[in-house]
């Protein structure tokens, strides 16, 4: 049966609140309503969600005005929760405090409208375990009288005996040796279901303690596979409202339970153990036995393609080799040399040259370079056309050299602006295809390093007690005698190896620095008190291609 309220109904006719008490304004509005329904081609008065004949609407008139129907009605228009139940089916939070609820004439007035809606939504959030439903339906007052109430628990009852019914043929099948997944026991036993069936009225007592028992047996069924979990699904009796026996039974087998398990778990197989090991991370739906195996066959699965597959597969393709800019250039040599020695010679002596300690921006390696390659590798030849050709190769070569610029640009225009965060200086050091210079850069400072219209590529050398006098053990070679003079006595942090694992190459485009008259801003840092790392400072890449630098 559908509630209609008449209140809300009449407000919506009037346009606005209905005094019900005044049976003069009451008799007015009905003779309006059914003018208009005579007016209407099918002799239907229609109204939002309501329809009514003519019969229908002098019957509402005739309950309206007897008996005690209109104070009820009132009651439930100033209830809106009641209301929107009655209306709807939806229960939204607790009904307004109001003694009318307990008269037993209210009562058998509102059971009709009220239970089925009531039974079909417990019914409903038992079904789909919303808690909050199930605890706002009962800790509202039933409004049920004695016939009504026992239609309702009769459709509950229903309901939650197949919910055990379910229960016990599950048991039936894991007592036969039938492997089931947790999760399809889960909607069985877990805690929200258990707070709900404790929301049941007393009259629910007696199955809930049946219902306890099933529970004890579940977790006797499984315990032994996954003694984890069926220990869990035992416990959660302890948290429902059953009957004292049922209690013992449960403290009286987990008891056992424990036993057992500290005597098998000698015995325990390698999944098993694997399981428990992995109780805090394994999904609830998945078994100590289960979740072992699945382990086990991972890293079997693993080994074998580590070890055991290559031999019979062809071996997989190596990736290409990076782009090596200065494989053919002049530098090539000189440069590989420079970064053996500034790697494997910076040893601690006790001797510290201090008068030559160079200042920021002091070129303490690019003169020395540059000169080694003006000298020709075949010193010992005669022969005018090789020296032709190196001397051809070598004209207007000058260390540092940088792209003349326009008159209009800044001084620092296509430069790196080097920031040494550090607590020891630094040297920048640009290599390109044809030329070669350093910069020193002392603690806290900064300086500009010229970028070449080609590729450059950036090297730091860190440390710490410098020593200007200190050479390399050998040189070059014998015909350039070229030996790295100026070294670090002690490495900082990481800094061996940032240089030789940490450059960066730019690449300019001629066309951009033509006329950018920008600069390149780079920190030089140190990370989490152990790395040295690089930092550019802007979100610009116009102009320039940077890689990593191999």
Not at 32 to 53: G, P, V
Not at 384 to 390: E, G, H, I, Q, Y
């Amino acid at each position: 049966m559908k509630y209609v309220n008449p209140v809300s109904f009449l407000e919506t006719v009037h346009g606005g609140p209905v005094d019900t008490e005044n049976t003069a304004a009451l008799s007015l509005l009905r003779k309006k309503m059914l003018a208009e329904l005579e007016l209407s081609d099918d002799k239907q008065l229609k109204i939002n969600q309501w329809t009514f004949d003519k019969h229908q609407l002098l019957q509402f008139f005739d309950k309206l005005t007897a008996g005690k129907e209109l104070r009820y009605h009132a009651q439930i228009a100033a209830d809106p929760v009641l209301l929107h139940f009655l209306e709807t089916g939806e229960i939204t939070g607790r009904f307004a405090d109001s003694p009318l609820y307990n008269e037993n004439g209210f009562l058998k007035f509102i059971s009709p409208y009220y239970e089925p809606l009531f039974a079909n939504a417990v019914l409903d959030s038992l079904k789909h375990q919303r808690l909050h439903d199930t605890i706002d339906l009962f800790m509202n007052p039933l409004l049920l009288d004695g016939e009504h109430t026992t239609t309702c628990y009769g459709r509950i009852f229903r309901y939650v005996r197949v919910l055990e019914e379910r229960l016990k043929i599950i048991i039936a099948k894991l007592r036969a040796g039938e492997v089931i997944p947790l999760r399809e026991l889960w909607p069985f036993a877990n805690i929200t279901l258990v707070k709900q069936l404790n929301q049941l009225p007393y009259a629910f007592y007696e199955w809930r303690s049946d219902y306890g028992i099933s529970l004890i047996n579940l977790g006797l069924a499984i315990y032994r596979n996954d003694f984890t979990n069926g220990m869990a699904i035992v416990g959660l009796t302890g948290k429902l409202q059953t009957s004292e026996y049922v209690q013992e039974e449960m403290a009286r087998w987990k008891t056992k339970m424990k036993e057992y398990w500290k005597e098998q778990e000698k015995k325990m197989s390698l999944a098993q153990r694997i399981g428990r090991w992995v109780a805090p991370i394994r999904p609830k739906w998945l078994s100590e036995q289960g979740a072992g195996s699945l382990i086990i066959g991972v890293a079997v699965a693993l080994i074998f393609v580590i070890n055991v597959r290559p031999m019979f597969t062809r071996p997989n393709p190596t990736l290409s080799a990076p782009v090596n800019y200065f494989i053919t250039s002049r530098t090539k040599e000189a440069m590989k040399y420079l970064l053996f020695n500034l790697q494997t010679d910076s040893i601690y002596t006790p001797y510290r040259d201090v008068s030559k300690t160079p200042i920021t921006g002091d070129d303490v390696y690019g003169p020395d370079f540059m000169a080694a390659l003006q000298k020709p590798l075949f010193s010992n030849t005669t022969d005018p056309a090789v020296l032709k050709t190196v001397n051809d190769r070598l004209k207007d070569r000058k260390p540092g050299a940088t792209i003349s610029a326009p008159k209009s640009n800044t001084a620092h225009r296509q430069s790196l602006h080097l920031y040494n965060r550090l607590i020891v200086p630094a040297i920048a050091m640009i290599q390109t295809p044809d030329t070669f210079y350093s910069c020193y850069i002392a603690p806290a400072d900064s300086a500009y390093v010229p970028l070449q219209l080609t590729v450059n590529q950036l090297y730091v050398y860190a440390g710490q007690l410098w020593n200007g006098s200190k050479e390399a053990r050998a040189p070059m070679d014998d015909a350039r005698a070229y030996r790295v003079k100026g070294f670090f006595l002690m490495p900082y942090k990481n800094s061996r190896q940032f240089l030789k694992e940490s450059s960066l190459i730019f690449k300019l485009d001629p066309n951009y620095w033509a006329t950018s008259d920008r600069n390149i801003p780079i920190e030089i840092g140190l990370t989490d008190s152990t790395s040295l790392y690089f930092n550019l400072l802007e979100n610009n890449a116009a102009g320039i291609e940077l890689e990593i630098g191999n």
